[in-house]
């Protein structure tokens, strides 16, 4: 019941300060992307391996299924950092979905003092982790290249680099060292003018009902 309360409280003070494009912003970075923030929605096909779409498997939510260690990441004290687990555990006990719960925990580490950008940082450290991971089971990376490509990637996002340019970097940077990326490139190319059509159709029809 506390945590009911809490997330239409939440709501609420979001839409009375005009915060919805704040909040819509904070939930983009916890849904599954690349390196590069880009979302999809077209699906592998159940024939296809999870080693066959290095690009395409899930990352977990780690809001949700590795709580403890999100939390690690933040200046949090033991009480507060319990505070969270202990609701949390409560959550999932009354099978509260996990958008519910990662709104809580959001909204808990607003409190702590933690920040949007805070957050931003943290889960795109993990969505790197596990893209990195995947092409490295894919490609049969040694550890030094997967931190090459690291590297390259966090260093262009440092500079500015667009959710593309991220990409293609770690791309290019695969290729210097030497792997044949072009399966991946092709697919995510098909993949970026899918998305591409997709939105230009739905600009053309937004439009038309005007």
Known sequence: MRSK?????????????????????AQETTTE????????TDQPSERETTADRPDRRP???????????????????????QSIEDEVSEMRADGASAHAIRLVVHGRLHQYGVTHEDMREVLFEHR??????RLQDHYDLSDEDVE????????????????????????DTLEELGYDVSDLRERWNERSARNWH??????DHRRAGR
């Open 198 to 203: 997709r939105h230009d159709g739905d600009r």
């Open 5 to 25: 309360t809490f997330i239409g409280a939440l709501l609420a003070v979001l839409v009375v300060s005009g915060g919805i494009a704040g909040f819509a912003a």
């Open 148 to 171: 090459t490509v690291r590297d390259a990637v966090e260093t262009a996002r440092e500079d500015g680099a667009n959710p593309g340019e991220l990409r293609e970097v770690a791309l």
């Open 33 to 40: 992307q690349p390196t590069d923030d880009a979302q999809t």
């Open 128 to 133: 790197l982790d596990g893209k990195l991971d």
């Open 59 to 81: 990352t977990a939510d780690p809001t949700y299924t590795n709580l403890s260690t999100f939390l690690d990441q933040f200046d949090l004290t033991d009480r507060e950092k």
